[in-house]
């Protein structure tokens, strides 16, 4: 997928499901927000899902019921909510970041199907 740099319109070329991520930018160095342009199209590739979409899932309260226990078991960490967001927590005491998360379940084909599945559950 193409993204554009929000600092500077070069080019980023990465995958689909960084969309809502901060990254980088390749060409001028300045942190840029991967965003779709209007009337981009989003390829429908088997289970995945964006990070803003992950992100919502995580840190939207009504839906804690249902993806607490997935993100639990595929991430083998806890979840604690605060007023500004969600906080996944190893056995260690450990972060982990969203970004890393969202990444970790999407290089795992079961865990991108059970996020996916748990998504649609609560989009529905």
């Known amino acids: 997928m193409r993204f554009l740099c929000n600092n500077c319109n070069a080019k980023i070329n990465t995958r689909h499901y960084w969309e809502g991520l901060s990254v980088g930018c390749p060409n ?3 942190p840029t927000e991967l965003k779709y342009r209007m009337g981009q199209s989003i390829p429908n590739i088997e ?29 083998n960490c806890s979840i604690e909510r605060m007023e ?20 970790e379940i999407q290089l795992d084909h079961e865990a991108q199907r059970l996020i996916y599945n748990t998504a649609m559950s609560q989009w529905r």
């Open 28 to 30: 001028c160095g300045q």
């Open 47 to 75: 289970y995945s899902i964006s990070f803003s979409d992950f992100k919502q899932l995580l840190t939207y309260e009504p839906y804690s019921a249902a993806v607490d226990p997935v993100i639990k078991k595929l991430l």
């Open 84 to 103: 500004l967001g969600v906080k996944l927590v190893e056995e260690d005491g450990s972060l982990i970041p969203l970004e890393v998360a969202h990444l």
